[in-house]
């Protein structure tokens, strides 16, 4: 069997943890520079408020019913995340702990029996709230998917499901999948959702009813395959061994505010190749070639403003590397190369492609630094990691960084700054 753990509302729920007061209150966190709403507690749902949706938009309807905001903690998200996760491996086993994002983790149970499938996701449920205050609903089922739908009716009715729900039986599985639709199903997006409803295919039960053949033609080949074959209760999505190598990494960002200096802009790209980098060494690869986007902003009318055109430009490397000095000079050079004075920009970002496996670089006898290079970026990427920022950068991605993303509704990052520590009174 396979289980699926999902906290509940987590952004929200972890901006609770250290605030009591919120307890029972309505609560949203927004995008970066305070865009949208990326996440609702259970109350604020109850209220109305969208999901997705502008917060300037929502702003009246918030303000009215004293809707507590919060601006993206990623530091406080990632390591409350961590916490999670630790709770659910020494429970069940690292190795039977699959992450699948920052709020969801698979997990797989082939060592228990069914009988003990409702003890278990009880003192899983019950154990993580109790150690990290973090609550979350449980689905359990024969496949990934299955385990999917049942998290996902769990958690449409907590009170009466308890946040775990079961598919044990047949009887279970088959008078679910009768009532979910097709766009409910995980992996089926909207474009494939509306062909299949078009088509008469409406509901799960209708889907795991067609036939392989009809799924590998009309369903995206091997993926509508494996779709089919575990809503008929037969895995066909493994656990993964590694971590999803990527061939291509980006880190964009909007700005807090629009720039027109080249030093800011050079600070800006500078710390997305940083930031790039660092994912880069996360899966131990080596990139090519790098590239550096600018956006600009054009007025409209009155006080509006839009996107402007994009420009970029692209550099192949004279060696894969992953160093963050070395795709840092590229980068910014581009920046300046790509700047207009005069223009007001929005948007920058960069951009490896080319990636291959770090340790398919030739080292180069005339160049022993390599070895004391990716040495420095070990230490540098454990400092930040274990801090849950970047305390320790280079010089060119700038210190007071104006043009940083805003965050007017910033709380304190509690687990990771002992100048930031929860104040009990």
Known sequence: MKAIVDCNSFYCSCEKVFQPSLHNQPVVVLSNNDGCIISRSDEAKQLGVGMAGPYFLARPLIEKHNVAVFSSNYNLYGDMSWRVMDVLKQTVGAENVEVYSVDEAFLHLEQYTTGQLQTLSEYLRDTVEQWTSIRVSIGVGPTKTLAKIANRM????????????????????REALKITRVREIW??????????????????????????????????GVVGVRLIKELRGEPAIEMKDALETKKMIATTRMFGCTVTELKDLKEAVATYAARAAEKLRRQNGAAAMISTFLVSQEKIDGPRFRHGPTTSA??????????????????????????VPGKKYKKAGVILSGIVPDSSIQSNLFEPTQSIGRFLMEQIDNINFSMRGDVVKFAASGTKRDWKMRQAFHSPRYTTRWDELCKVR
């Open 314 to 339: 692209c550099t192949t490397l004279l060696q894969p590397t992953a160093l963050t000095n070395e795709l840092i000079k590229p980068a910014v050079r581009m920046a300046e190369q790509l700047f």
């Open 187 to 220: 992996g089926v997006g909207s474009r494939y959702a509306d062909k299949l409803e078009q088509r008469g295919i409406r509901t799960a039960w209708d889907l795991q009813n067609l036939s392989e053949e009809w799924a590998r033609k009309n369903l995206g």
């Open 154 to 173: 769990a958690k449409q009715d907590k009170q009466r499901s308890q946040c775990i729900l079961l598919f044990d039986t047949d009887e279970k599985i």
